[in-house]
């Protein structure tokens, strides 16, 4: 492997870790209270006054705990990242549209700086994949299920 591949492998890792924390972070704040966070009772009751469509504020909020913590977790670990990019994407979408967007692009007022960022890293994971520092690359490339005897820095092996 040459060292830009290498270069790119590791810049993928801290940007997994870091949208991966993220997620986990605010996720768990929510679903268990962790960190100072409210739990869910206290979550429910903010995605609540939001009056968000179709479905009720206590399913919107349980789904946005479960992304973020189990995705942020999939995504640091770089498990089945691809697909974790995927309801991260959307979770920080519906967090724009219903919750940031009217207090425009600045997180000093709450805005929707931060959730953009986190929409680019998770994009970049889901174009990219994980690379191969990830347990993705372990499991479909070199452990449970590799794809025969093709060398590791082939273009074509990449996660």
Not at 24 to 53: C, D, R
Not at 67 to 87: D, H, K, Q
Request: proline share 4%; charged share 10%.
């Amino acid at each position: 492997m040459g060292n830009r591949q290498f270069a790119v492998d590791v810049a993928l890792l801290v940007i997994r870790l870091c949208v991966g924390f993220a997620m986990f972070y605010h996720g768990a704040q929510k679903l268990f209270g962790w960190f100072g966070g409210n739990g869910m009772e206290g979550f429910i009751g903010y995605v609540t006054s939001f009056k968000l469509p179709v479905l009720s504020g206590t399913v919107w909020a349980y789904m946005a705990a479960v992304t973020e913590t189990f995705g942020g977790l999939a995504l640091m670990v770089g498990l089945l990242a691809r697909l974790s990019a995927i309801p991260t994407i959307f979770t920080m979408i519906i967090a724009i549209i219903f919750v940031h967007g009217p207090n425009g692009y600045g997180i000093q007022n709450k805005g929707y700086e931060y959730n953009l960022a986190i929409i680019a890293m998770a994009a970049a994971i889901l174009i990219a994949g994980p690379g191969l520092i990830s347990a993705d690359a372990f499991i479909f490339r070199k452990g449970l299920w590799a794809r025969g005897a093709q060398p590791l820095d082939n273009p074509a092996n990449r996660v």
